[in-house]
């Protein structure tokens, strides 16, 4: 007799099955505000050190998982690593955020590798595996990678900007340039997502952090059109991978989004309309999310009643439970333990 592999519940969300109850992570969740966490970060150094480090990049992917037993680990590590391999200077300021050489000139963006060196991330796959021989087979890998529009918003600015105008003018003003930046970022983000597909990766996500700050038409251009193709070509050689989709703030232009892409589950922001999800996106893929940061901070009855409103809005089809974005660091322990032990006592 052979043995069965172990069902993964957020795989079969994602192959079209509902759960009962619906599997359960949360984005950012191997973070500063888990104190093991901060203790392997002290003794890393940079952020960097620990993305690059296998041994520690594999302690914090674990860590969530150990203490709150979540359906899946997402492999830690960084959206800028492309840059990083692309042999763009990438530097991480405390209390500032990531540092680049800014690529906001046509003449800068001439300069930009159009092959990255993979070898500067075989840390990431050498963390992939030892995650995945660690892991219960239960619980679901994830890899990931940036959306060129989000990517090439750091990239042009150097920095991350609060409405991210640098990359926004780039586009406008030298849309030749600016497109060498994302077809760049696209042809190595499919080669990057394969070799964690490689390493043990079971499904992935393409966080696109600044979708909604596009237009419609740029939206297309320069969110939906990109994310399309890294689908295309991973699946060009993985013809059955599962991913996910984050275009944050999309809003409206979420069920354009899905068609286009072809992603099989969409992660939504807590400010998305709840009947307009269910009957435009989830009636045609699973939806992720989209608990409000916020509350899980604030704990107590509104935390309850914010958790029982996402599940009351998504769970009867397929879903699965997240936050709308990724869980701040100031965030009691005692809290997350209050959402979980609610979700899981769902029973739709």
């Not at 960084?78 to 800014?102: C, H, K, N, Q, T």
């Not at 046509?106 to 892991?135: I, W, Y």
């Amino acid at each position: 007799m052979t043995q069965s592999a172990p069902r993964k519940p957020f795989l079969d969300v994602l192959a079209g099955q509902r759960q009962a109850v619906p599997p359960l992570w949360m984005m950012r969740q191997a973070g500063r505000y888990l104190p093991e966490y901060r203790e392997v970060r002290a003794q890393a150094g940079g952020f960097l050190d620990l993305c690059f480090n296998p041994d520690f990049a594999t302690e914090v992917t674990l860590q969530p998982i150990r203490r709150f037993g979540f359906d899946a680990a997402i492999i830690f590590s960084d959206i800028l690593v492309i840059p990083y391999a692309l042999r763009r200077s990438v530097r991480f300021e405390v209390g500032e955020g990531p540092r680049l050489d800014p690529l906001d000139t046509p003449e800068k963006v001439e300069t930009l590798s159009p092959e990255a060196d993979f070898t500067k991330l075989e840390p990431v796959f050498e963390a992939l595996r030892r995650v995945r021989a660690q892991l219960d087979p239960k619980i679901t890998l994830i890899g990931f990678c940036g959306a060129p529009w989000t990517v090439a918003t750091y990239m042009v600015a150097g920095k991350g900007t609060p409405d991210q105008a640098p990359a926004r003018m780039m586009a406008y003003r030298h849309p030749e340039a600016f497109a060498k930046i994302i077809d760049t970022i696209v042809e190595n983000s499919i080669t990057y997502l394969l070799h964690q597909l490689k390493a043990g990766a079971d499904v992935l996500q393409i966080f696109d952090t600044w979708a909604g700050i596009l237009p419609a038409a740029e939206f297309q251009r320069w969110s939906v059109e990109p994310t399309k193709r890294i689908i295309a070509g991973v699946r060009a050689k993985v013809p059955n991978v599962k991913i996910i989709g984050f275009p944050r703030g999309a809003g409206a232009l979420l069920p354009s989004y899905v068609g286009a892409t072809g992603v099989d589950a969409v992660s939504i922001d807590w400010a998305a309309e709840p009947s307009f999800v269910r009957e435009r996106v989830q009636s045609h893929v699973a939806v992720q999310g989209n608990l409000d940061p916020l509350v899980l901070i604030a704990g107590g009855a509104a935390l309850d009643r914010a958790v029982d409103d996402v599940l009351a809005n998504y769970a009867s089809g397929r879903f699965i439970f997240n936050l709308g974005h990724g869980i701040q660091p100031e965030t009691p322990i005692a809290h997350v333990e209050q959402m979980v032990k609610r979700v899981r006592a769902y029973r739709g």
